[in-house]
């Protein structure tokens, strides 16, 4: 089992920037893609991001391309999410997941392991 614990969401105007954490516990190694999701009130949840562990690659949806940047620390087992120029779109819960092997995976049920999610919410 793999535990994972978000952190770092908040309130913040249309135009400013937040970084989310996650810490992953328990039966990590080094075979695992992390990433996020997000999931606005009565919408689906969807992909954001995905780093491969440990040598680094990404994918990102369309809409944060560019503005979002998601990087790991192999030491501390974190990944992060660096979200700036953030708008009332970007609202949502933002839930930090795993999973055992590396791939364009963007959909919810490809991936093994979840937190419990942190709420982002831009204001205009």
């Known amino acids: 089992q793999v535990q994972l614990v978000e952190s770092g969401g908040g309130l913040v105007q249309a135009g400013g920037s937040l970084r989310l954490s996650c810490a992953a516990s328990?039966?990590?190694?080094?075979?695992?893609?992390m990433g996020w999701f997000r999931q606005a009130p009565g919408k689906e949840r969807e992909f954001v991001a995905t780093?491969?562990?440990?040598?680094?690659?990404?994918n990102y949806a369309d809409s944060v391309k560019g503005r979002f940047t998601i990087s790991r620390d192999n030491a501390k087992n974190t990944v992060y999410l660096q979200m700036n120029s953030l708008k009332t779109g970007d609202t949502g819960v933002y839930y930090c997941?795993?999973?055992?092997?590396?791939?364009?995976?963007?959909?919810?049920?490809?991936?093994?392991?979840w937190g419990q999610g942190t709420q982002v919410t831009a204001t205009s």
């Open positions: 328990g039966r990590t190694s080094s075979s695992y893609a």
């Open positions: 780093i491969s562990w440990p040598d680094g690659s990404t």
């Open positions: 997941t795993a999973r055992t092997n590396w791939g364009n995976y963007r959909t919810p049920l490809q991936y093994h392991y």
